[in-house]
């Protein structure tokens, strides 16, 4: 039987130890940016205070975990030159960082021999998975979760080869 999906929070308040996160895709059209990321199209503008009714349910998430002592990493491999999302994310990403997750970025060239899951995917404490799928488009699909051993080494062998090669958040330069 297939595990129930739990939140983010669920996810996030469930982490003891670690809760790594991968993102594979060079554009997302989740219906909770879309105004965000149309502003910033216009106006080149970018919501970076952490206390913003955007911002705030994920930046309180965050710097709770991180206050118990999880470690909350975020890698990104990213297509270059970026796409107008990627630019748009990196610019955002200030907000991440300030709610205690480290966020490093891996030009997709660099991961070519690194054996990567299909999926976008959150690892919590090394031994539970949540698959993060999309749609064609980028809209948010309904995820799955799994506690697979096999599954969650390789997502962990992954993200630790991902991890090993990126470029801290501070020193990737946007192409």
């Known amino acids: ?5 739990p939140s983010f929070a669920e996810l996030l308040d469930g982490a003891g130890e670690s809760a790594l996160h991968l993102e594979m895709r060079d554009a997302y059209e989740v219906t909770g940016e879309a105004e965000a990321l149309i502003r ?4 080149g503008e970018v919501d970076t205070d952490p206390g913003s ?8 998430l965050v710097r709770r975990t991180v206050a ?3 470690v909350v990493r975020r890698a990104r491999i990213v297509s270059e030159p ?3 999302y990627i630019r748009y994310e ?19 060239r660099q991961a070519s021999d690194i054996a990567l899951p299909g999926n976008d ?3 919590i404490d090394g031994r539970l998975i949540r698959w993060n799928h999309f749609t064609g488009d980028g809209a948010s699909a309904p995820g799955e979760t799994s506690r697979d051993p096999a599954i969650t080494r390789l997502c962990a062998e992954a993200f630790n080869s991902v991890w090993a090669r990126a470029v801290p958040h501070d020193e990737y330069k946007i192409r």
């Open 53 to 60: 009714p955007y911002w705030r349910p994920w930046v309180d």
């Open 82 to 84: 970026v796409s107008d």
């Open 1 to 5: 039987m297939p595990l129930s999906v």
């Open 121 to 123: 995917f959150w690892l």
């Open 90 to 108: 990196h610019a955002g990403t200030v907000v991440n960082l300030a709610a205690g997750e480290q966020v490093r970025w891996l030009p997709r």
């Open 40 to 43: 910033w199209r216009q106006t």
């Open 68 to 70: 118990r002592g999880v």
